[in-house]
C-alpha cells in the first residue's frame, strides 16, 4: 500500500481527475505561452468566482505567486507589513525582499493571525524619505498555524489600508480549505473583503503543480503584469498544462472535495489524540499543531514524518500534523494508535 503520510499537503500525490485533465490537454498542438484556449477557459473559470474584471495570471508555484503579487503594487521602498510566522518571511529564502525588493515588517501574534493593532505598530514614518514606507498588509488564510480569519477580520484590515493607501494581500495556499471551513464561496472572504492582490494556491489541494496571481480591480490592475511574470521567469511555454489543471479543479467541486476531506481528517486526527496530547491552536481547516514531549518524536517519526515547528520548552516541541486531500481515516486511525502507545510510555 502507498504510504501516506502526515508532513505536509505538498507531499500528496495528483488527484486523478487532474491527471486526466492533463492527460487531455496533451492532444495534439496549441499556441504557447497562455493563448490556448486551455488556458483561456481556466481563466474564465477564475472569473465567474471572482468576477468577470479579475486579473488571472498562472504561475509555476506559492513562492512566485507571492512575490510577483506584491511586486505588481509596490515600489522598492515600499514595505509589507505580516506576521513574524508567515511564509513570505519564514519560508520564501528572501525572495519578497530579493526579488519585489520590499522589506517585510513582521508583528508577534500568539495565533497566526494580524489585527489593525498589529499593524499599527509599523504606521509610522510616512512621508519621511528616511523611512521605509508601509504599503501592503499580507495575511495568509488559512494561517499557518492551522487558524482562519472571519470575513469581518479581514474587511478590518482591508478598510484600514485602504483608509492609509495601502493594500492587502492574501496569501492563500490553503484558500480552498479556508473556504470550506468558513462555508463560503471563495469571493465572500477575498474579493468582496476587500482584498486586493491574491494568491491562489493549487498545489496543495490536488493539482500536480501550478498556483495563480488574481489581482482585482481598482486598486491593483497592472496592466504591466505580464512584463512582471516574464522577468520573474513564471511564464509556461506550454501553459495550457496549468489551464486544464485548473480547469478541473474550479468549474465544479472538486476543489471542496478535496479540501473537504483534508479538513475533516485533520479534525478527526485532533479528536483522536487529543486526551493524550495538547492542541496547541484550534483545528480548523487540515493542520494539527500538538505539543510533544521531546523524547517521543524520534519514534512517531519513525512510524510516519513530520516537522517540528517550534520549541515549547526544553522538554517539549510544537509539531504538525498536515492532512491532505488523499489522507483516509485508516491513516489517521493508525497514526492516532501510535501516537497514544508512544505518548503513553514512561
Keep these: 500500500m502507498a504510504h501516506r503520510g502526515f508532513a505536509s499537503d505538498n507531499n500528496a500525490?495528483?488527484?486523478?481527475?487532474i491527471l486526466q485533465a492533463i492527460l487531455a490537454a496533451n492532444e495534439g498542438h496549441t499556441l504557447g505561452y497562455g493563448d490556448d484556449p486551455y488556458t483561456h477557459r481556466a481563466i474564465e473559470t477564475f472569473k465567474r468566482h471572482f468576477g468577470e474584471d479579475a486579473?488571472?495570471?498562472?504561475?509555476?508555484?506559492?513562492?512566485?505567486?507571492?512575490?510577483?503579487?506584491?511586486r505588481a503594487v509596490t515600489e522598492s521602498y515600499h514595505a509589507v507589513i505580516c506576521t513574524a510566522t508567515a511564509h513570505i518571511h519564514v519560508d520564501e529564502c528572501g525572495a519578497p525582499e530579493r526579488l519585489a525588493g520590499v522589506k517585510l515588517l513582521t508583528c508577534e501574534t500568539p495565533d497566526g493571525k494580524l489585527t489593525v493593532t498589529h499593524v499599527q505598530q509599523h504606521m509610522h514614518g510616512f512621508g519621511d524619505e528616511h523611512h521605509i514606507q508601509p504599503k501592503v498588509i499580507s495575511v495568509t488564510q488559512s494561517t499557518e498555524l492551522g487558524t482562519l480569519y472571519t470575513v469581518e477580520e479581514i474587511r478590518a484590515l482591508a478598510d484600514y489600508?485602504?483608509?492609509?493607501?495601502?493594500m492587502l494581500h492574501m496569501d492563500g495556499a490553503r484558500i480552498c480549505n479556508a473556504a470550506v471551513a468558513l462555508g463560503l464561496p471563495l469571493r465572500a472572504f477575498t474579493r468582496d473583503a476587500g482584498v486586493d492582490v491574491l494568491s491562489f494556491g493549487g498545489t496543495k489541494n490536488g493539482l500536480l503543480g501550478g498556483e495563480a496571481v488574481v489581482l482585482f480591480p481598482p486598486r491593483a490592475r497592472n496592466d504591466a503584469f505580464k512584463f512582471i511574470r516574464k522577468q520573474g521567469m513564471q511564464l509556461a511555454s506550454k501553459m495550457r498544462f496549468i489551464g486544464a489543471q485548473f480547469e478541473a479543479l474550479l468549474c465544479g467541486d472538486l476543489w471542496q472535495r478535496n479540501a473537504a476531506n483534508a479538513n475533516a481528517m485533520a479534525h478527526r486526527l485532533a479528536e483522536r489524540v487529543r486526551d493524550v496530547v495538547e492542541i496547541a491552536y484550534p483545528v480548523q481547516a487540515n493542520a494539527v499543531f500538538a505539543v510533544l514531549p521531546k523524547r517521543h518524536i524520534p519514534a512517531l517519526r519513525a512510524r510516519s514524518f513530520f516537522y517540528e515547528w517550534a520549541s515549547a520548552d526544553d522538554e517539549r516541541a510544537v509539531v504538525r500534523w498536515m492532512c491532505s486531500w488523499?489522507?483516509?481515516?485508516e491513516d489517521v486511525d493508525d497514526f492516532?494508535?501510535?501516537v497514544r502507545e508512544v505518548v503513553g510510555r514512561r
Excluded: K
Excluded at 500525490?13 to 481527475?17: A, L
Excluded at 486579473?55 to 506584491?70: I, P, S
Excluded at 489600508?161 to 495601502?166: F, I, Y
Design 13 to 17: 500525490g495528483t488527484h486523478p481527475e
Design 55 to 70: 486579473d488571472v495570471y498562472f504561475v509555476f508555484n506559492g513562492t512566485a505567486a507571492n512575490v510577483l503579487g506584491l
Design 161 to 166: 489600508a485602504h483608509a492609509h493607501d495601502m
Design 326 to 329: 488523499d489522507t483516509t481515516a
Design 336 to 338: 492516532a494508535a501510535a
